[in-house]
């Protein structure tokens, strides 16, 4: 893992998300089949968590990546108050606690993982490989990567739709997190608020109007949208580590 990274860190990042997403639909699958899937997923999701934050740290990473605070006053980031809009409008359609205990147990311990990885992947690696070359491509990339990597949610039956307002929405959300992440040289707050969102996620109704599925989205690409340029305008740049 430490030679291919040293090779070429954009290779690495590629690495990370080939492993990420086919890992996750194969264990996704395999899972249906013993009827398992929620706890093969959430394995598979921590086991990843655990070895990506202890190959940081062994290689002293950490800061690189974002794992740490900023020095920059809570105040300009607005004291991250869209971000709490972001993840409390994920709930617009109300609880659902009458899934099995177990689905909410994994899914919710698997949703927290995964807000870490896709953090740590394509903004940590995806972005910082790129943006040395670029960096207006690399923040593109990294946003729309992450936005269209949603699309495979209609290989596992979910409906066009929302999918298609899931990608929007994340696409934009990817583009706000690679700016905090730039201009702020963390991680936190985007891990934070990606894993709040998606654990959230576990205990919402599913929608059953159209209202509904395309309210949240529009929010959330607008409220995403309009702090990420906010903070590009506001904040100075910083460079990219290197």
């Not at 690495?12 to 080939?18: D, L």
Request: hydrophobic share 55%.
């Amino acid at each position: 893992m430490k030679k291919l990274y040293a090779k070429s860190e954009l290779l690495f990042s590629i690495f990370w998300i080939v492993l990420y997403v086919a890992g996750t639909s194969l264990v996704q699958g395999i899972g249906e089949k013993i009827g398992q899937q929620d706890a093969l997923v959430f394995l598979l999701h921590l086991a990843l968590t655990v070895f990506l934050l202890v190959w940081l740290s062994k290689n002293k990473l950490t800061k690189r990546f974002g794992l740490c605070k900023t020095d920059v006053k809570a105040s300009s980031f607005l004291y991250y108050i869209p971000f709490l809009l972001l993840v409390s409008v994920n709930l617009f359609a109300g609880f659902d606690f009458a899934k099995p205990t177990a689905e909410l147990v994994f899914g919710f311990g698997s949703m927290l993982c995964v807000g870490f990885l896709e953090e740590i992947i394509f903004r940590g690696f995806l972005f910082t490989a790129m943006a040395k070359d670029n960096l207006k491509v690399a923040a593109i990339v990294s946003s729309v990567t992450f936005g269209i990597g949603h699309i495979i949610n209609l290989l596992n039956g979910a409906e066009i739709l929302p999918t298609v307002c899931q990608i929007l929405y994340a696409t934009a959300f990817g583009f706000l997190c690679v700016v905090v992440f730039y201009k702020g040289k963390t991680l936190l707050p985007c891990i934070i608020a990606h894993s709040a969102v998606n654990a959230l996620s576990v205990f919402t109704q599913e929608p059953t109007t159209l209202a509904q599925t395309i309210v949240p989205g529009i929010v959330l690409f607008v409220v995403a949208a309009c702090y990420a340029i906010y903070l590009w305008k506001k904040l100075p740049d910083r460079g990219v580590a290197i």
